[in-house]
């Protein structure tokens, strides 16, 4: 089992949409989770942190489910510019400096 | 403020030959950190650095690197293997505080190595 599973979509949306996606983890001792995104043929970049007790940026809302071990992304009044992948993070706090990645789950939101 | 930095951006190699892949960053972090990116696969981590003059290896072969300053962390491919095509991916992140790390990561914009 990978340490942490993403679906990989891709999620169509059409624009204006809400799309929502989780990311699950496996191991109970991670401490620290962050969502990227990812255009093609470009280098992740940061999109926001996960805070124990969920946090909004913007059109983007991120929520960590401790108990069932996953977090989530929900994008609302989806752009054409959301059109990614967008991967997750978990840093384990038993395994310092080994960040986990999720393989990425494609949005594409469409016209 | 350049971020992360690395080179080449593209790169050919033979089967046997070895080369050094270049990262360095401008922000004083700690933490810096090489990922291969394979389709359908994730990052995989290759090595990481606490800090200058440490290193830790998390893939057993096949690769070297040194950490000789803060801001310098080159990957060297010692004999190139079909295997190692892949996109190189840099990071640098914080400073460790304790025995825990929350600081997001800073990727460089990768190198597209592939093998023949």
Known sequence: RKE???????????????????????????????????????????????????????????????????????????????????????????????????????????? | NAGVTQT?????????????????????HGYMSWYRQDPGMGLRLIYYSAAAGTTDKEVPNGYNVSRLNTEDFPLRLVSAAPSQTSVYLCASGGQRKFSSYNSPLHFGNGTRLTVT
């Open chain 2, 8 to 28: 080449p951006k593209f790169h050919i190699l033979k089967t046997g030959q070895s080369m050094t892949l270049q990262c360095a960053q401008d922000m004083n």
């Open chain 1, 4 to 111: 942490v599973e993403q679906d990989p979509g891709p999620f169509n949306v059409p624009e204006g949409a809400t799309v929502a996606f989780n990311c699950t983890y496996s191991n109970s001792a991670s401490q620290s989770f962050f969502w990227y995104r990812q255009d093609c043929r470009k280098e992740p970049k940061l999109l926001m942190s996960v805070y124990s007790s969920g946090n909004e940026d913007g059109r983007f809302t991120a929520q960590l489910n401790r108990a069932s071990q996953y977090i989530s992304l929900l994008i609302r009044d989806s752009k054409l510019s959301d059109s990614a992948t967008y991967l997750c993070v978990v840093i384990p706090t038993d395994s310092w400096g080994k960040f986990q990645f999720g393989a990425g789950t494609q949005v594409v939101v469409t016209p």
